[in-house]
């Protein structure tokens, strides 16, 4: 175990808050490269997977703000090339899921992941009202929180004539349960349109 | 033989014909699927994202019922549904005070008495049979696209070379078929940001289109309806984000399901396969028996 990054008002950093809740240490990284070398999407990103862990690393004023901030950890796909490659065995991903769920309990998701973050929520709240995910359901709600409503309109009319698309969502026998099961996880959840709700 | 089986929410909806083709191939296997009573969504990418235990919980629910059920293995088809369960367990199993957290939510007991499989891992248990049944081998060269979540991470990989993986190559090859070698096979094709993000998903699906046409393939084959969908329903968008000059030369290489292309090798017809359901058209069939024997594995190199 690395010795706790004090900020300069004395406050412990993220990386230890990483670690604590994940049991990655980000000192682990030797900022080799090869997690953005083989990051499908690093050319979109604002940082990449290597510059998340070394601005953890750093942990100077601003920097773990930075990181929250950053769209790079929305833009991640979790196709978890980078930890598979990666010579140390960082769990980049499994940092990247926590760095999310502090990002939006401090309310500092990144604007421009806006759409990303509304197709999640839209995805969960699918599945606590049916137990199973009813995709029209899911398009719908999306298109209410982002205002894109004319997004996939070609595409949905295929869908349906390929008999692809439920009109009627299948709500499973359990999905009491489901919910109940949504109710107790929520503690730990970060709904983004509660913004700054501490868990 | 009976097993258990979880299809997953895409399998109930856009992508029900690879579930159509599943239990095609099962029935002329002799094989009963088991389907989990009342399993739930395995939270996907929106629950891992959003919040841990839940990411969890959801899975765990589903494996506790297949539990109770009696069933010792269930066959995950989704690609990314099989990355959910099997990382649960493995994550539980290997953390007691987590699996007590986990449990007590779900309000269920579970002791990881039953394994999740993908559909390669099932099927390569019988490749050896496979032959057999083939009366229409499916003489065509094939891209094997595996994506991520075959591979991806090491402690669930259900395929042994984590790079340059054979295991869909070996089954299409028991059908008859030519797997080429090429480069995108583990590439992440964009997946759950297919429509949050279609633009980012077009420019990686199209990288991988347009590498298996290059190198010689008439068919693309997958095994997960993530990347069905972003292969072959946003065909048109990846496309758009083609370069001018290339995009006719890959506008039509259809995107079959590894089970589709055993089911057409075994003779059974396009319609219960789903092979009508697709955005880029099907126009393959079955090639006439002249051109591949069903025992002939060798490439042409």
Redesign the interface.
Known sequence: MSAPVKHADGAVGLADAVEAATGESVFNCYQCGKCMAGCPLAEEMDLAPNQVLRLLQLGQPGMDEEVLGSLSIWLCLTCEQCSTRCPQEVDIPKITDWLRQESQRRGLANKKAKAILAFHTSFLDTIRRGGRLHEVGLITTFKLRTWRFFQDVLVAPKLLARGKLSILPHRIEGHAGVKRIFDRCATEAADPEHKGNQP | MRIGFFPG??L?????EYLESIREVAAVLGIELAEIP????C?????????????L??PA?TLALAEQAGLDEVVVPCSACYNRLAGTRHELLHDEALRQQITD???MNWHGATRVLNVLEWLNRVVGELPGHVSAPFGHRVACYYG??L????ALAACRR?EDPTEMDDLVRAVGAEPIRWAYK???C????S????E?VAR?SERIVSDAVERGAEAIVVACPMCHTNLD?RR?AILAAAPPGGRSRIAGIPVLYVTQVVGLAMGVSLRPLGL????VPVRLSAAPPSVAPAAAGEGEE
């Open positions: 929410c895409s109930e909806g856009s992508s029900r009342d399993w739930n969504c939270g996907a990418t929106a629950a891992h994202t959003l919040n841990h235990r839940l990411a919980a959801l629910r939510i779900i309000e991520c979540y591979t991806r991470p090491k984590i583990v590439e992440c964009g997946a759950g940001l429509v949050s993000r279609t980012s990686l329903l048109d009508h359901r697709h955005h």
